[in-house]
């Protein structure tokens, strides 16, 4: 009794606290943040960096832009190779606004997103936009899981070994970001002791093993690398200019202190190297939305800096898209805002509260957890826990089995399953069998990071199905066999039951694991509805440069997880104790009798 009421007093607590988080926000409209996935206007403009580095001077000849397009009027749509016909599927991330991220209201955008939006719309297609992690996105396009990657993807000729490209929509510049006051004032004062923040698989990751011969300290996000950098945890971080200038807060210890070119060509969008149509029809709508000043627009509202001299976006046919003068729009945002009025800086206590503690965020973050995370966390470890459950099962019995056929199989599985990461086993189904079973998903990988985590499970729990019936005694089974029971009877009406009922808690604490490996499916690409608890605090994070989301998707995996390891406490005293001992205690009508007699 005293143990359920801990579990229920630990779940209270934890729901009080995101519903006073909620309430206390309700009557707040200004938040704390500004909201990164939406066009920060012209008011933003900046002018091209004067502190480049000495290396941009190096930039490479363009080998690969278009000398012209064909008119989108003899474009064959129906002859793109789409996955979907009539409907371009890509992949994008979620985590470097302005120039891709989720908004507020759950839709995939920015720049890219929106300009590629736009040109669908010229070429009178649908397009839907799926989340995953940039490390596997061109591999996923390769693949045939996206017929687009949107990324900001600068077109190096590694890259360009795995897919295509169209010609370039952007052209973007690195930025070296250090601590105010620190020893790093340019890419010449880093060195091997220096540790330098990048976003493993980008071209700044390249740009710091392959340029700079130096061994970089790799984070899986933009905003995990910067709160690295604010907390001393690295030196200096090397980021696309639009990331690291949105990243900055005023107050921030920390500042852009040189810059440099893309070396390896422009950004562009990724396409499979053999549906050459595709990339004709992207680069045909690029020039059409470049003429009609959609590209102008949409560069003024989301990413308004000046372009570097000697390029400009779309085929060598096109004329230069007119543009504002960013320049002095910029020079004048300087004098009217002089670096005198600069906030103040916060001291670290105040800056660690701030990026895990922001109840503003909090309270924006519970609606979409409790709405789209909770859900699909929920579907995925319940149904990945059943069906782990049950494929475990037949894998012990296996396992134990007598005929070598049945034991050596199931052993080989289990090794193989064991063995491998989580998310290498989901990469393998989503992106090996995904092609093959499209038409059963329809291109929808959700299922199937369901089944790798079921399938990844079943290797876990059967061991822990076959350690539990190895540990019943040799005579359970030989009594059996005395009374009559044939050796398979025995084993599913006395040992089974047995060996279960000792793995109880250990196979609460799989289903545990499973709740949180449920995160790992964004690796394959999903829709914004299809986002579960740690994906969608994710989204929030990236849209307001804050860590307190994650930490609110935190509060509900203790919601979900913390009653299950107090049942699994629970279940493991009883089995060990058994239940009280009540033989001394008479019922009402013995007591009764008793009484009467005496």
Not at 89 to 100: E, H, R
Not at 397 to 413: D, F, K, N, Q
Not at 454 to 470: C, H
């Amino acid at each position: 009794m005293l143990r359920s009421r801990s579990v229920k007093a630990w779940v209270l607590a934890v729901l009080a606290m995101l519903l006073a988080v909620a309430a206390a926000g309700c009557g707040s409209q200004n938040g704390s943040t500004t909201d990164l996935c939406s066009p920060p206007g012209i008011g933003s403009a900046a002018a091209a960096p004067t502190n480049l580095d000495a290396a941009a001077a190096a930039a490479g000849e363009d080998r690969y832009t278009t000398a012209t397009t064909k008119p989108l009027d003899q474009i064959d749509v129906g002859a793109l190779g789409l996955i979907t016909p009539g409907k371009i599927s890509v992949g994008t991330l979620s985590d470097a606004p302005p120039s891709i991220c989720v908004n507020s209201a759950g839709t995939f955008t920015g720049f890219d997103n929106e300009l590629l939006r736009a040109i669908a719309d010229k070429l009178g297609l649908r397009i839907e936009f799926s989340g995953t992690e940039f490390a596997g996105l061109l591999s996923q396009v390769a693949n045939k899981r996206f017929d687009v990657g949107s990324s900001s993807i600068t077109t190096t000729d590694e890259r360009r070994r795995t897919v295509g490209f169209t010609n370039g929509y952007d052209f973007g510049y690195f930025s070296l970001v250090a601590p105010n006051g620190g020893k790093v004032h340019g890419f010449s004062d880093l060195n091997a002791g220096t540790r330098i923040g990048v976003v493993q698989g980008t071209v700044q990751d390249d740009y710091v093993v392959n340029t700079l011969k130096l061994d970089p300290v790799k984070f899986p996000d933009y905003n995990t690398a910067y709160a690295n950098l604010k907390s001393g945890q690295i030196d200096a971080w090397v980021a696309p200019s639009q990331q690291a200038e949105g990243a900055i807060k005023p107050g921030d210890a920390t500042s852009i202190v040189q810059n440099t070119f893309s070396l390896n060509n422009f950004v562009g969008w990724a396409v499979n190297k053999g549906n050459q149509p595709l990339i004709d029809a992207l680069n045909s709508g690029l020039d059409a939305v470049i003429a009609d000043g959609t590209w102008s627009r949409l560069y003024s509202e989301w990413v308004p800096r000046q372009l570097p001299t000697g390029w400009k976006p779309g085929s060598k046919a096109e004329p230069a898209p007119q543009l504002p003068d960013f320049a002095a729009l910029a020079a004048q945002h300087a004098q009217q805002n002089p670096t005198g009025e600069q906030a103040q800086q916060k001291s670290t206590l105040a800056q660690l509260g701030d990026t895990f503690f922001d109840w503003d965020l909090y309270r924006k973050a519970i609606p979409d957890l409790f709405k789209t995370g909770l859900p699909n966390t929920v579907i995925l470890a319940v149904t990945s826990g059943v069906v782990g459950t049950v494929l475990g099962m037949l894998l012990a019995v296996a396992g134990i089995s007598r005929t070598r056929w049945l034991r050596w199989p199931a052993r080989v599985y289990t090794d193989v399953f064991r063995g491998l990461p989580a998310v290498v086993i989901i990469l393998i189904v989503g992106l090996g069998v995904g092609p093959v079973v499209k038409g059963l998903t329809g291109n929808n990988p959700y299922w199937l990071g369901a089944a790798a985590l079921s399938l990844l499970a079943a290797a876990y729990i059967g061991e822990i199905f076959r350690s539990g019936i190895q540990s019943v005694e040799p005579g359970q089974l030989e009594a059996a066999r005395a009374i009559g029971f044939s050796h398979r009877r025995a084993m599913n009406l006395v040992v089974i039951p047995q060996g279960v009922r000792r793995v109880l808690p250990a196979l609460m604490n799989q289903f545990i694991s499973l709740i949180k490996d449920s995160s790992l499916i964004y690796f394959l690409g999903l829709l914004a509805t299809q986002r579960e608890l740690f994906a969608v605090g994710r989204d929030l994070n990236a849209q307001t440069g804050n860590l307190s989301p994650l930490v609110a998707a935190g509060l509900f995996y203790l919601v979900l997880t913390i009653p299950l390891t107090h049942l699994v406490n629970y279940i493991d005293k009883r089995l060990r104790t058994g239940k009280s001992d009540t033989s001394g205690t008479l019922d009402p009508l013995d007591q009764a009798i008793v009484v009467e007699r005496g």
